[in-house]
């Protein structure tokens, strides 16, 4: 059995190229930054690499990393989008089967058009990104637009086509496959539906083809549905977590597991938890919006980086395990005073499939009512891979007592990765 040290040196190191920044936040993961090159002397796992940095050695994560002779290559065959992989996914029916199944998600939608049906007669509508069209028959069999344009770049478009004939919506539904930035019509929009959202609201960044297609062919005095969007963030109790990942290895059978708690802090919460089902009384405080945008304004170069800044007072003592974030659209009336349609993907909502992401700190910490967490949160576009992002959250916490020493501070990114 060959030990670490023996491993490194055996190995041939590889030279990799950074992607993007990244800043470690354990004492035995490295910090680089975008272009640096790193010397690979073991590939640990899928997601973390040993690797060597200006005679400093760390974990680093393997997705931030190119080979170093892809600099050689002819660059014009990647692509940034993951096109191929993206629309591949939407081409089959396992994510249809889990967005049609959001009732919450669906019915928000067929809300809107059901709400606005009188003011829809004879408009243009285009559905961007319609995959099975379920929200182009809704305004087709519920208002009486001129015409709805479903736009859809995957496969699944040819099965689109079947359905508005098969529901009998042809004669308003025209069903154009193809990528929203390439796609021709014949005239402008009045109204521009999409739903773009991700997890942690961007994620997948479908929102840069909303924003391109909305300065293309929305009309002056167009709707967008959404028209607002907002991120909320919490801190929070994850004990069932917690216990199942970390607190699992100091015992089990009666055996001293602690050595594996570094590597199970790595692995298991360095990235964000998707789908996860925050209780609300594992909120340590109200939670508040840290990232708003407004549908109208925002702009592609506005999503390369994205801040917002929180301020949290502790309503009752317990134990601070990390960060929960859900998100909010609002859908505007098209009528003068009409009611604002809201789709709430938090704890205090019905389930859907986004559900919430949660950012868990490297190690829990105690807190006290009174306690007040405040800092920032940045979402920061890869600048190679443009699906991804990295969130980083900064935080301070002041203790409400001089009895409790509890100010600390504390930093964490986290990178989100399809």
Known sequence: MQTEKEDEDDASPQECVAMSDFTGSGSDQLSFSCGDKLLVH??????????????????????????????????????????EEYFGSYGTLRLHLEMLSDKSRTEAYRQVILSNSASLRNKVVMDLGCGTGIISMFCAQLAQPSVVYAVEASSMAEYTRQLVRQNNCEEVVTVLQGRAEEIELPEQVDVLVSEWMGNCLLFEFMVESVLLVRDRWLREGGVMWPSSAALTLVPCQADSYYAEKMAFWEQPYGLDFTPLQPLAQQEFFTKPKFSHLIEPNDCLTAPCDVIC???????????????????????KSGVFHGFTAWFTVHFESLETGGATVELNTGPNSEPTHWKQTLFMLDRPISVYAGDLISGNIVLYRNPVWRRHMTVTLHWNINSATEETDNCQVGTKVFPMWR
């Open 293 to 315: 945008l407004d549908m109208y304004t925002l702009q592609v170069k506005d999503l390369e980086e994205i801040k917002g800044q929180f301020h949290f007072c502790v309503e």
């Open 42 to 83: 073991i590939k640990s796992s899928s997601d973390w690499w040993w690797a060597e940095l200006r005679g400093v050695r760390g974990y680093v994560p393997a997705s931030y990393l190119r080979p170093g002779d892809a600099e050689e290559e002819d660059t014009s065959l990647e692509d940034p989008w993951q096109d």
